[in-house]
DNA sequence: AATGAATGAGGATTCATTCAT
DNA sequence: GATGAATGAATCCTCATTCAT
C-alpha cells in the first residue's frame, strides 16, 4: 500500500524516531541514562511515551542504537582520517575529530562510560579495541614500540582525548579545544622524544 | 545526630558503621550509585536498612563520604609525594600513587566520574583544581609552561592517569601496571622534548 | 518509698517526664500527632529518645496523658466556675475560661479533635458527655429545656466555643477575645429569648 | 508479570479516577489522612496503587482535589440558598444543607479540619472567608451588627454548625438532625432578641 | 534513670513496561 | 503508527519501638 495516505503517514513516522533519537540524545548528554525517564524522552520528543516502545521497544534498546551510533560514526570518520599519508598529522587529526566529536555528541561518552562500569563489555570492549587497534596502526608507522607498550600507549591517548574531551563538555569557558589538542598530542611527543622511530 | 566527635573509643558503635562503607565501597566499585540499592548495602554490611539511615542520613550522604573520604586520601598522599625533591620522580610516584590508589578504590573513580554528571560541580571542581594546582606545582619545577596550556596539560595528565587506572580496574589481565604509568610519563616527556626547563 | 536517695532520683526524673510533656504540649499544638515524632519530641525536650519510652511507655500513652491531663484540668476548672450563684454569668465565665484554655493548651483541642475520629471514643466521648452534662447542669437553672432539645444545645455551645477558641488559636489577629466570648453565648441569648425561664 | 486476563477486571477509562475518589473519600471520612495510605485507596478502589499517581500526580494532590471539590460544591448550594428572599429561612436552609453536606461527605470536614493546623493556610483560609462572607451577607439582611462582631458571630455559626454536624457523623444516634438545626439557629435568635434589626 | 544503636514494618513515589484501542 | 491508561516491582526513606549497657 503505498497510498499517498499511508506515505505521508510513514514520513512522520519517521519522524516520531528521530525525534526520540534526538531528545534521547540531548538528554543523556547531561545525565546518567539511569536518571533520564522514558517519560521524559517521549516528552522531550513531543510524542506519547508508547511511541517509545513501539519504536525501540525498550529504553536499554534505544540507548544501544545511539552507542552503536556513535561508535560507527566515530570510527567511520577516524578510520578515514587515519589514512593520511603523514602519521603525526593524521594522529592530529584523529583527537581533533575525537575533541569535536564529544563536543557534538556528549551523551556517547556518558553512555559508553556508564557502559565500562557493567559487566557486559559487549559493545564498550569492542570500541575500545577498535579505537586502540587504529591507533597502534597510525602510532607504528610513527615510532617502533614494545609489544608490551602498545596497548598502554594507545589507552592513554584514548583516555586523555575522551577525558578532556568530556571535561570540556562540561565545563568549556577554561579549557580552550587548540591547547587540549596540544596536550593530549604531548604523549605522542614523549614517544618521539624516547623511541626510534619506526621502520619502513 | 548528636554523635559527639570526641568519644570515638566505642568499637561497636562505629562497627556498623565501618561495615557499611565497606560494603557501599565494594558495591559502588562496580556499578553505577543508581544501579546500587540501599537494601543491598545494608545486606553487604549484615545490617539492617534502618542502620544505613541511622549512620548516614541518607544514601547521598554515604555516597558522599566515600567520595570526600577518598579524595582526601588521594590529595593527602599526593601532596606527600608531590613535595618530593627531584620533580620527575615525583610527578612518577604521584602517578604510581594514582594507579595503586584506583586499584584499591575503584568505587572513587567510579563515583567521581559519575558526579561530574551532574550540575553540581562542588566537591568534584574541588577535587579536579586541587590536583590540576598539585600537578602543576611539580610541574613547574620541571618546565616552563605557556599559561594557556598550564590547565590542559594537568586535566591530560590527571585524565589519562585516572582513565588507564579505570581500565585497568575493570579489565586487569591486559594492562600491565608498570607500562601503563610509563605511558601516562609519555606527557611529561612530550614535554621535556618540546619546552624549556624551569628557570630556578 | 521516700528514702533521700529515690527522692533525689525522682526529681530527676520529674525533670526529664516534665520536660518531654512540655515539649509535646509544644509541638503538639501546631501539628497533627502522626505529624510529630518521637525524636522531635526528645530533642525539643533536650533528652534522648528511649527516654520516651522510659518514661511514658510510648508515643501513644504520653499523648494520652496530655490529653487526660488537659481534660482533667478544663473538666476541674470548669466544674468550679460553673458553681456559681448566677446561672447566665456562669455559663460565660466558663465560656471565656475554656477560650483562654485552649489558648494555653492548643495541643489539647488539636489532639481532642483528631481522637474523635478514631473508633476508640473511650476518652474522647467521655469529655464530651463529662462537658455536655455540666452545660447542661447550668443551663437548666436558666431555661426549660425539651428532653430531646438538651443534648444538642450543649453540643452547640460546646462546638462554637471549641472551634472558635481553636481559630482564634491559629490566626489571632482578627477574632479578638471578647466577641467571640460575646458571639458563643448569643446562644444561651436565644434560649432566653425563646424558651420559659427554669422552674426553681 | 500481570495477572491473567481473565482474571482482571476491565475498567473503563474514566472509570479509575472516579473510583478511587470514592475510596479516599469514603476511607478519609474516618482517619485522618496521614493513617490512611495509599495502598489502601488503591486497594478500596480496586486499582493499583500506580494508578493513583497516573490519575492524580501525589496523594497530597488527591486530598486537595477532594478538599477542592468539597469546598466548591459546598459553596455553590450554599451561595444558591442564601439567595433566598427571607433571610432568617436562608439561614436556617444554609444550616440544613452544611449538616446534611457533611453527612454526606464527612471526609470534608475532616480534611478541612485537618489543613486548618497546617500553617498553610491558603484553601482553608479560602473556605472559611468565604463561608463567613455568605453568612454574613444574610445575616447583615436580618440584623445590624457591630463591624467587631461580625467575624466572631459568623464564626461562632460556622463552627456551631461544622462541629455538630461533624459529631452526628461520628456517633449518629443520639443528636436528631432537626434539635442540631434548631440548636444552631438559637445564635441567629440570639442576635435577633438583642440586636435591632437591619434597615431597610 | 537514661541512652545510643539498631531494627523492620510500612509508606510515598518512580518508572519501565504492557496492552487494548 | 501511535497512544493513554494501567501496572507492580523496586526504591528511598521515616519512625515507633526494643535492648544492652
Given at each position: 500500500m503505498t497510498t499517498p495516505a499511508s506515505q505521508r503517514q510513514r514520513v512522520r513516522?519517521?519522524?516520531s524516531k528521530e525525534?526520540?533519537?534526538?531528545?534521547?540524545?540531548?538528554?543523556l548528554?547531561?545525565?546518567?541514562?539511569?536518571?533520564?525517564?522514558?517519560?521524559?524522552?517521549?516528552a522531550a520528543a513531543g510524542v506519547s511515551k508508547g511511541t517509545?516502545?513501539?519504536?525501540y521497544g525498550s529504553k536499554d534498546q534505544l540507548i544501544s542504537q545511539i552507542l552503536d551510533f556513535g561508535a560507527n560514526k566515530l570510527m567511520d570518520?577516524?578510520?578515514?582520517?587515519?589514512?593520511?599519508?603523514?602519521?603525526?598529522?593524521?594522529?592530529?587529526?584523529m583527537v581533533e575529530f575525537a575533541m569535536d566529536f564529544v563536543a557534538s555528541y556528549p551523551a556517547f561518552v556518558q553512555l559508553w562510560m556508564q557502559e565500562q562500569l557493567h559487566a557486559d563489555l559487549a559493545s564498550t570492549t569492542t570500541l575500545h579495541s577498535?579505537?586502540?587497534?587504529?591507533?597502534?596502526?597510525?602510532?607504528?608507522?610513527?615510532v617502533r614500540l614494545d609489544e608490551a607498550d602498545k596497548l598502554p600507549v594507545a589507552t592513554t591517548i584514548f583516555g586523555a582525548a575522551l577525558f578532556t574531551a568530556r571535561v570540556r563538555a562540561t565545563r568549556r569557558e577554561d579549557l580552550a579545544r587548540d591547547q587540549v589538542i596540544y596536550a593530549v598530542m604531548l604523549t605522542v611527543d614523549g614517544l618521539l622524544a624516547t623511541r626510534p622511530p619506526a621502520t619502513g
Amino acid at each position: 500500500m503505498t497510498t499517498p495516505a499511508s506515505q505521508r503517514q510513514r514520513v512522520r513516522a519517521t519522524d516520531s524516531k528521530e525525534r526520540l533519537f534526538e531528545a534521547a540524545m540531548t538528554l543523556l548528554g547531561n545525565r546518567a541514562p539511569e536518571a533520564v525517564s522514558v517519560d521524559q524522552i517521549a516528552a522531550a520528543a513531543g510524542v506519547s511515551k508508547g511511541t517509545v516502545y513501539y519504536n525501540y521497544g525498550s529504553k536499554d534498546q534505544l540507548i544501544s542504537q545511539i552507542l552503536d551510533f556513535g561508535a560507527n560514526k566515530l570510527m567511520d570518520e577516524l578510520s578515514r582520517v587515519a589514512a593520511g599519508p603523514d602519521p603525526y598529522a593524521a594522529l592530529k587529526h584523529m583527537v581533533e575529530f575525537a575533541m569535536d566529536f564529544v563536543a557534538s555528541y556528549p551523551a556517547f561518552v556518558q553512555l559508553w562510560m556508564q557502559e565500562q562500569l557493567h559487566a557486559d563489555l559487549a559493545s564498550t570492549t569492542t570500541l575500545h579495541s577498535r579505537m586502540t587497534d587504529l591507533l597502534l596502526q597510525v602510532l607504528e608507522r610513527l615510532v617502533r614500540l614494545d609489544e608490551a607498550d602498545k596497548l598502554p600507549v594507545a589507552t592513554t591517548i584514548f583516555g586523555a582525548a575522551l577525558f578532556t574531551a568530556r571535561v570540556r563538555a562540561t565545563r568549556r569557558e577554561d579549557l580552550a579545544r587548540d591547547q587540549v589538542i596540544y596536550a593530549v598530542m604531548l604523549t605522542v611527543d614523549g614517544l618521539l622524544a624516547t623511541r626510534p622511530p619506526a621502520t619502513g
